[in-house]
Each structure stands twice: as C-alpha cells, then as structure tokens.
C-alpha cells in the first residue's frame, strides 16, 4: 500500500509535469500560478485560515484554542479590508501593518480599536492585517488567520478571505448551532475555496446552547450534499470533509476549572466542549503539512490541465479548417451575446435604485398598521385615572409594537430584495444568490420610558366660562324657584358641577391630544431608523449583486477573448511550438496526467479528512 509521503512524492512528480507541459505548449500564464503554490513548499509553518459568516464565533473559537478568552474581539466582526494572524511567540504582543504607515507595535488589549468594526474609525481606516503573538504550544509550526465575516453583505470581507485563502494551507470554515442552516451565499464561497485550497474542515460552535445541534448538523450536511449534487463531482471533496462540533464556552470553563487545581472538572467540561479533536486536527495539520500543502499544488495542477485540455481541444479543431471556423463563430456569437448581457446589466442595474423607496413604503406600512389600536385607545381613556395605567404599560407596549413592526418589515423587505437581485441575476444568465437579511439587528428607536408632559389647566376665564355659568345658574335657579325656596341655591350648584365636568373633559381631550402627538413623533423616529437600517442593509445586497455580476461577466469576456485570439491564430496557421505535437496526442497526454491527479486527489483528501482521527476530547 502506498504511503502518505510516497503520494505526496507522486503530486510533486506531476506538478513538475504538468509545469513543464504548460511551457511546452507556450502556456507560461498557466505554468506561474503553479509554480507559486509549490514555491511554499519549504515554509515552515502551516497557515490555517478560519472563515464564516458574522457572528458564527470565530474570533471566540480561535482564543479558546490558544487559550486566552478575550484576546481577539468577539462583540463586533473584524473590520473589511483587515485580518489577524495569531502565531506563536515567547510572550503576547500585537503588531499593526498599515497600508500608509510603518508597522506599530500596540498594547494587545487594545485590538478592537484598529480591527474590529466597533473599533475607532480613524485608527482602523487604512490597517490591513495585525500580527498576534502568544505563548501557545497549540501554534507550534502553526499560524491561525482570523477573517472578516464571508457573507455576501460584505464584499470587501469576501475578497480579504479569498486574497488569504491563495497563502492558506487549510480553511476551517465555521458555522454556529444557535443559527439557521448553512446558506446558498456560504455554500457559493466554499465552492470557489475549494478550488483554490482542498484541505478544508467545518467547525460547530456554540453547541453548549443549542438542544437541537445534531438535528442542525444533518440539515447542513443535507444542504451540503444537495449542492453538491447541482454543482458536479469537483466539489465532492466537501462531502467527506470533518465535522466538529464544539463550545468555545465550555472550553474557557475547562480552563478555568484546570486554573483552580478541579482537574476531573474539568476534563468533563473539555470532553463535552469538543475541542479536543479539533486541537489535534491542528496539529495534524502542522505535523503533516506537507500533506495539506500537496493537496493545494495537486488543485493548481488539475486547473492547469483543464485550461491546456481546452485548448488542446482547439487545436484538435484546428486540423479541420471548417471545424475551428465553426469554433470560433460559437465564440464570436458569444461575445456578442455577451455584449446585449452587459447592456442589460446596466439597464437593471439602473432599476435596482429604486428599491430604497420601496422599502420606505414598506416600512411605512408597516408602521401605520401597529399604531392604529393606539388611536383607537387613546380615544377611550377618558379619565386621568385610566391614563396613568396606560402610561404605565406604554413604554413596553410600544416597544414590542415596533419589534412586530421590524419583523414585518424585514420579512417584506427581504422578500423584495431577494426578488428584485435575483430577477437581476436571472436576467443575466446568472445563478440566483440567497439574499439574508436575518440577522440585521433592529435599531434604537425609542427611549425606555415615555411620559406625556399636558398643557396645565387653562385659568378661569370670566366672559368663556364665568359669564355662561352665571347665566345657567340664573336660568335654573329661576326656573326651580317656582317649584321650591331652594330653587336659587340649586342653580348656582348645578352650573358650577356642569362648569367642572366641561372642564374635566377638556384636560381628558388635551391628554388625548398630548398623547397622540408623542406616539406620533415615536413612530415618525422609528419610521427614519428603520427604513434607513433596511435601506442600507438592502444597498449592500444590491452592491454584492451587482459587484458579483460584473466580476462574472468580466470573466467571461476574458476567457472567450482568450479563446477568440487562440482559434484565429490557429485557423492562419500560427500556432506555434505548440503545433509540432499532433493535437490527438496533446489531449492523449493531458488525459492520462488528469486521471492520476484525480486519484492522487481522492487519496490525498482522504489523508487529510483523517487527521484528526482518534483524538478525544
């Protein structure tokens, strides 16, 4: 049975191969790339990338494992255009590389304000990675690389991930067991990563808090499976990829157990917490780097030869004059098909502005329809009594009215951004993106307690209320004096208890008043804070969208102008050196490399799947 080194002896044998084979057939832009993966080949430490969505426990997975609880911040995702490598060193210390200035040593406690986005805007703005040393035999041989969040809100956070993954050895991508399942957007990126880097394994965090994690786990690993099944056997690698499920929480308590000498403690909480199988997965990394980094040259090897397997196809057409003018009019009509895409790209895109004022009738909607029994109330309490008990009970019944209305609102507004991007996509010829806005955090919108401040009483006034209540208590007193002696002192009793109730009601309709006016100044605050954090949460998608249509279009348009250049220098007989080896026995050649690269593949990733195998917690 072949060993792990003799089949990584195998990929660089075909490495060299297929390198030599691009420079044969006048094909230096391919042989570069591979060159450069295996040019890392020496490097001493193994470069694990960690990687997810927001809020999925990255940065808290990464201080448990080197064992300090709050090195890295966890409260806010890690600024776009940022990253932290945390390596080993003989003490902590924390070195910012800015893109303007020279590389600053900071205190390690202040992190957050140069790499997360709560930090301090004007220390953050041009930092584009800091390095973190601690004293942790984990990271022996072992660099672990903290990611902005993958989600397709952010777009910047996107391109930092991939631009590490192209010097990353690994990629531990994570997803949390306190969220929904693995998301289209999320399955998109791994399918891209695991072009470039096979050695890939998941991570479940925060099963601690979760009773229904293992149900979680299956519906991602079904998920998994589903768009494997759509996208083809190139991405099968992710199917037999590990699982780990894990707490971070338990682990800093097993920790802290271990500190205070509770040693059976705490090796139950670290059992439970999961952490030790993913510990020796890392350091299976580390120890059988060379493993991982083979499976990085094997993927850029088996991309070379399926860019020198089309073209050889060309030059197979090419013997045929009719064939390769045949060829080259499929591409030709193409880029003109290419072209009417990109004209409509821009005519979309131009409709895609008006999904703001969309949203902001939506929100409107929304709102008017939560208020409406607040209306219907106030017109009801017609006493100083049962308006305190309102008020009582306003702050809380208002704030859970606003909560309905976001939720409403975010279901709504998340359907018409998913319809409107995905039409969009669709128009393009483009595969759909799973829009989320799920996680969008509802704004401030109100302050805890509301009080209504109405007007005092009005003074007596003579001529409106004296003169009146003069003439009443005349009018009643002579009218009941025929009837009793009493009639004069009666009327004048009667008047006053009249002008009292008159002016009981006129305070009840001024509280009204007063209270109305409030709830509606809450409503309009909360109408502009909500609609401005979908706006902007809507206008992220939209830039995604359509910043990931252009890249495919682009794309496109080079690979087929690529092409186009190929074909016509082939059909006027230009082919170069390339032309003295018979087309046949090019794709004869790069077929039989392709069928060893993919048994190596198969071979070497289960090798890498089985790093950490036998652990326990």
């Known amino acids: ?54 809020k999925r426990g990255k940065s808290r997975l990464i201080n448990t494992l080197v064992g300090r609880p709050g090195l890295l911040p966890v409260d806010a995702d890690i600024a776009t255009d940022c990253h932290l490598r945390v390596r080993r060193g003989e003490n902590l210390t924390a070195v910012v590389h800015d893109q303007l200035a020279d590389d600053v040593p900071i205190d390690p406690e202040h992190l957050a304000d140069y790499a997360s986005v709560a930090g301090d805007p004007a220390r953050r703005r041009t930092v584009l990675s800091v390095d973190v040393t601690v004293p942790s035999p984990l990271l022996d041989g072992v660099c672990l690389v903290d990611t902005p969040g993958v989600d397709s809100l952010t777009v910047g956070h996107r391109q930092v991930t991939m631009a590490m993954l192209r010097r990353a050895d690994a990629l531990l991508f994570v997803l949390s067991a306190q969220d929904q399942p693995v998301l289209r957007h999320e399955l998109e990126f791994l399918a891209e990563t695991v072009q470039r880097i096979p050695a890939v394994a998941f991570v479940l965090t925060k099963v601690e808090d979760s009773a229904n994690w293992r149900d979680l786990l299956e519906e991602n690993r079904r998920r998994l499976e589903t768009f494997v099944r759509e996208s083809g056997d190139a991405l099968r690698p992710l199917l037999d990829a590990p699982w780990f499920p894990v707490s971070a929480k338990l682990g800093e308590a097993a920790a802290a157990q271990l500190a205070l000498g509770r040693a059976e403690r705490a090796e139950a909480l670290r059992t439970r917490s999961g952490m030790g199988r993913l510990e020796a997965y890392l350091r299976g990394c580390a120890r059988d780097r060379a493993l991982t980094r083979s499976a990085t040259v094997l993927s850029a090897a088996r991309s070379v030869l399926a860019a020198l397997a089309a073209s050889a196809e060309d030059h197979d057409a090419a013997s045929s004059p009719g064939r390769a003018a045949e060829r080259l009019a499929v591409v030709e009509q193409a880029l003109e098909d290419l072209a009417a895409t990109a004209r409509r790209r821009r005519l979309h895109g131009a409709a895609n502005q008006f999904l703001g004022q969309e949203i902001a009738t939506l929100v409107r909607t929304q709102l008017a329809q939560v208020r409406a029994p607040y209306d219907r109330a106030i017109a009801e309490l017609d006493t100083r009594s049962k308006l305190d008990r309102y008020l009582a009970e306003l702050s809380d019944s208002v704030e859970r009215s606003l909560q309905a209305a976001w939720e409403g609102a975010l279901d709504e507004v998340t359907a018409l951004v998913s319809g409107t991007l995905n039409d969009f996509l669709t128009s393009l010829g483009l595969d759909p993106m799973e829009v989320d806005l799920a996680r969008a955090t509802m704004p401030a919108t109100l302050p805890r307690n509301l009080t209504v401040n109405t007007p005092p009483p009005q003074r007596f006034d003579l001529f409106r209320e004296g003169v009146p209540a003069a003439t009443m208590a005349a009018s009643i007193g002579l009218m009941l004096a025929h009837l009793t002696p009493l009639g004069l002192l009666v009327g004048p009793v009667l008047a006053a208890e009249v002008l009292r109730r008159r002016r009981a009601w006129e305070q009840v309709h001024r509280d009204q008043a007063a209270l109305r006016n409030l709830l509606a100044e809450q409503f309009a605050q909360a109408a502009t804070a909500l609609t401005l954090a979908l706006q902007r949460e809507a206008a992220a998608w939209r830039a ?5 249509a252009d890249e495919a279009l682009a794309k496109q348009r080079k690979e087929l102008e690529a092409r186009r250049a190929e074909l016509k220098s082939l059909i006027a007989g230009s082919g170069g050196r390339s032309a003295q080896e018979p087309a046949g026995e090019r794709l004869t050649r790069i077929a039989a490399l392709a069928r060893q690269a993919e048994t190596l593949r198969a071979e070497i990733a289960a090798d890498i799947n089985a790093l950490g195998d036998g652990a326990t917690g």
């Open 544 to 548: 995604t969208v359509e910043q990931a």
């Open 1 to 54: 049975m072949e060993t792990t080194a003799e089949r990584v002896t195998a990929v660089l044998r075909l490495a060299n191969e297929v390198h030599a084979l691009a420079g044969r057939y006048g094909r230096a832009d391919l042989a570069e790339p591979l060159a450069q993966a295996a040019a890392r080949w020496k490097e001493d430490e193994t470069t694990i990338v960690v990687a997810g969505a927001q």
